[in-house]
């Protein structure tokens, strides 16, 4: 079935250094491919997204590329901050006919950032 | 801008009582969503409904009940709780399918534990 893999945490940097969450998904079609935040004690949102192969999908510094060939949406930010600690989700939608849909996430990665 | 409200955001429950979480948007989005997040785990999807009247399963639907009589509301039911039902819940929403590319965007979450 579909699913989606993603680095395990917890993520501990020194601010301004550089992130990569790396991700790769299995599905049967074409999914569209997306990377939603938690911070502490909220509901998830929406940091970025790419809907078909090699778009890059960028926001906040953070940006992803949708590499078809390798399966592959890392997350990546040059210089990150404190205010970057938080729940990073890798997460597929696959539409499947009909009103069946399937939206896919990945167990998420922890980052702290340190001062 | 309230976007996705749910309630309550906090509640105990003994083992084989009910309850319901509310959930309303006000983005006018046909699409809404009931998630669990359990401890180091993804999202997991319980029930969709893809308009008013309309509902259908996700991956984890034993133990829950939905009905969508409006298209603000989507209420989730517990019945006789359990304490694998101990979880942090989801309500979301979107305009049209995820897997179209469609942003989610999620409530803050209701945490419940049963004992």
């Known amino acids: 079935g579909d699913s989606v893999t993603q680095m395990e945490g917890p993520v501990t940097l020194s601010e301004e250094a550089c992130l990569t969450i790396?991700?790769?998904?299995?599905?049967?079609?074409?999914?569209?491919l997306f990377w939603y935040v938690q911070y502490p004690g909220e509901g998830l949102q929406l940091l970025l997204k790419?809907?078909?192969?090699?778009d890059k999908g960028s926001n906040k510094g953070f940006e992803a590329t949708y590499r078809k060939e390798t399966t592959s949406f890392h997350l990546e930010k040059g210089s990150v901050q404190v205010s970057d600690s938080a729940v990073y989700f890798c997460?597929?939608?696959?539409?499947?006919?009909?009103?069946?849909?399937?939206?896919?996430f990945g167990k998420g990665t922890l980052l702290t950032v340190n001062p | 801008n309230a976007g996705v409200t749910q309630t309550p955001k906090f509640r105990i429950l003994k083992i084989g009582q009910s309850m319901t979480l509310q959930c309303t948007q006000d983005?006018?989005?046909?699409?809404m969503y009931w998630y669990r997040q359990d401890p180091g785990m993804g999202l997991k999807l319980i029930y969709y409904?893809?308009?008013?009247?309309?509902?259908d399963k996700g991956e984890v639907p034993n133990g829950y009940n939905v009905s969508r009589s409006t298209t603000e509301d989507f209420p989730l039911r517990l019945e006789l709780a359990a304490p694998s039902q101990t979880s942090v819940y989801f309500c979301?929403?979107?305009?049209?399918?995820?897997?179209?590319?469609?942003?989610?965007?999620f409530g803050e979450g209701s945490w419940l534990t049963v004992v």
């Open positions: 979301a929403s979107s305009y049209h399918a995820a897997a179209l590319g469609n942003t989610i965007y």
């Open positions: 790396n991700c790769t998904y299995t599905a049967t079609g074409y999914p569209s």
């Open positions: 997460a597929l939608s696959l539409y499947s006919g009909g009103s069946n849909y399937k939206l896919t």
């Open positions: 409904s893809v308009g008013a009247g309309i509902t």
């Open positions: 790419a809907t078909k192969a090699d």
């Open positions: 983005m006018n989005h046909n699409y």
